[in-house]
């Protein structure tokens, strides 16, 4: 092939194209690369604004759900924007094939246990120990009214809560700030989230109903790291939702 004297091509390995170094880690950056990820760290942060504002205002106004709902709505355009406007691998949203589902579980089963079985009572648990039972009881049953319509709403919304902590707050993040801080981050907020449509008590009663949410978000977060599976994930977070919801109908009083 004939190489232009006015367009010297540079010496060395190439890769589609691109030239690129023998040595590790020092490949030449590619631009448009770049470019796309500061666009799409921009775009993140927009979308994760608008998130945390919600958030933030429906704790002041605390009645007002319809708020963070939005927020949720919109964290879900941008993760459902991904594959067809970024050019993302549905893996990337979490969409694996349905024999996966299985070896994930068997990889992570022992977590799910804890979560759906364990982690449900620990919150209660610390209030009794403390002297706050009946107190907390109260402030977390505000967010449950009419149990079979529950049960059948936790379905949709637990999938919502999967995409928007998991899917998006917690996998953006983790490329910027490691994948153990991005989990914290996204379960402090579906902490907050909680307790804005919670009742109206005390601090420890408060802080005691936000640490037991974090808790097992970031149980679900730890879940997400290591299958990438969002059907595995969200149905641990349903089966969560729903021991929680029929303890307290029946066994938390």
């Given at each position: 092939?004939?190489?232009?004297?006015?367009?010297?091509?540079?010496?060395?390995?190439?890769?589609?194209?691109?030239?690129?170094?023998?040595?590790?880690?020092?490949?030449?950056?590619?631009?448009?690369?770049?470019?796309?990820?500061?666009?799409?760290?921009?775009?993140?942060?927009?979308?994760?604004?608008?998130?945390?504002?919600?958030?933030?205002?429906?704790?002041?106004?605390?009645?007002?759900?319809s708020l963070y709902v939005f927020g949720y709505i919109m964290?879900?355009?941008?993760?459902?924007?991904?594959?067809?406007?970024?050019?993302?691998?549905?893996?990337?949203?979490?969409?694996?094939?349905?024999?996966?589902?299985?070896?994930?579980?068997?990889?992570?089963?022992?977590?799910?246990?804890?979560?759906?079985?364990?982690?449900?009572?620990?919150?209660?648990?610390?209030?009794?120990?403390?002297?706050?039972?009946?107190?907390?009881?109260?402030?977390?049953?505000?967010?449950?009214?009419?149990?079979?319509?529950?049960?059948?709403?936790?379905?949709?919304?637990?999938?919502?809560?999967?995409?928007?902590?998991?899917?998006?707050?917690?996998?953006?993040?983790?490329?910027?700030?490691?994948?153990?801080?991005?989990?914290?981050?996204?379960?402090?907020?579906?902490?907050?989230?909680?307790?804005?449509?919670?009742?109206?008590?005390?601090?420890?009663?408060?802080?005691?109903?936000?640490?037991?949410?974090?808790?097992?978000?970031?149980?679900?977060?730890?879940?997400?790291?290591?299958?990438?599976?969002?059907?595995?994930?969200?149905?641990?977070?349903?089966?969560?939702?729903?021991?929680?919801?029929?303890?307290?109908?029946?066994?938390?009083?």
């Amino acid at each position: 092939m004939e190489k232009s004297p006015g367009h010297p091509v540079p010496a060395g390995p190439r890769r589609n194209g691109e030239p690129v170094s023998d040595s590790p880690g020092m490949a030449f950056p590619n631009p448009q690369r770049i470019g796309a990820d500061h666009r799409e760290w921009r775009g993140f942060l927009i979308f994760f604004g608008i998130l945390i504002l919600t958030i933030a205002i429906s704790l002041a106004v605390k009645k007002d759900k319809s708020l963070y709902v939005f927020g949720y709505i919109m964290a879900i355009v941008y993760v459902a924007g991904g594959p067809r406007r970024r050019g993302e691998p549905w893996s990337e949203v979490g969409v694996r094939p349905a024999r996966a589902f299985l070896d994930d579980l068997e990889s992570v089963w022992y977590l799910v246990v804890l979560v759906v079985l364990v982690f449900q009572f620990l919150p209660v648990g610390v209030a009794h120990l403390f002297g706050y039972y009946h107190p907390l009881i109260h402030y977390i049953n505000a967010r449950v009214s009419q149990v079979p319509a529950l049960i059948g709403l936790a379905l949709i919304l637990t999938l919502f809560e999967t995409i928007v902590y998991q899917v998006f707050v917690q996998q953006r993040l983790s490329r910027f700030i490691g994948t153990p801080a991005a989990i914290v981050v996204a379960s402090v907020l579906a902490g907050l989230a909680h307790a804005a449509s919670a009742g109206t008590g005390s601090l420890n009663v408060a802080v005691t109903d936000v640490a037991g949410v974090a808790l097992d978000f970031a149980v679900f977060g730890v879940i997400w790291a290591r299958t990438r599976n969002l059907a595995l994930t969200w149905l641990t977070h349903y089966a969560t939702d729903i021991i929680g919801i029929l303890a307290l109908a029946f066994i938390l009083r």
